[in-house]
């Protein structure tokens, strides 16, 4: 009788071992399967911000040939670095830019414009005008510089 134990519990030790081998195995399939899909949406999300940084140096060459108004290109690059999330990261080297953006970030377009009244709209133009007047100079050379902005992956 303990001979028969003994050989049950031989193949409970065996079944058991061969069961938790084919769990590790898909474990480590599994982690595979993760592995590969992270770096495929990590190679996505970096052509697509590349795309998005040529984007930006294409406004910022654009301005420079007068294709794009001073106060929309700026308000088009400073979107764009937000959506990287790299506006902390290239302030410094782009302080005017952002200076200008900073102070025109907030001010309606279209539709939300032409509801505002005459005076409000005045002002607003008076407050873009005066800081294109002031860091306009400023803001193209920057743009010149960001036409060759290389910014490494981050990944």
């Known amino acids: ?81 937000d959506a990287l999330s790299m506006t902390e990261q290239v302030t410094p080297l782009f302080p005017k830019l952002f200076s200008h953006y900073d102070i025109i970030r907030s001010h309606p377009i279209m539709e939300a414009r032409q509801a505002l009244p005459k005076q409000q709209r005045m002002k607003l133009d008076f407050a873009r005008m005066r800081s294109e007047a002031d860091l306009g100079e400023s803001i193209l050379q920057e743009a010149k510089n960001i036409t060759e902005f290389e910014q490494a992956p981050t990944h």
């Not at 049950?8 to 769990?23: C, F, R």
């Not at 599994?30 to 590969?36: D, F, H, S």
Request: aromatic content about 4%; glycine content about 4%; hydrophobic content about 55%.
């Open 1 to 81: 009788m303990s001979t028969a134990l003994i050989i049950i519990a031989i193949i409970i030790v065996i079944a058991s071992g061969a069961y938790a081998a084919s769990l590790l195995l898909k474990v480590k399939r599994q982690a595979a399967i993760n592995q590969q899909a992270l770096e495929e949406r990590l190679a996505k999300a970096e052509v697509r911000r590349q795309q998005v940084l040529t984007d930006i140096r294409y406004i910022a060459a654009a301005m420079l040939e007068d294709r794009c108004e001073l106060s929309e290109g700026v308000m088009r690059i400073g979107k764009l670095f």
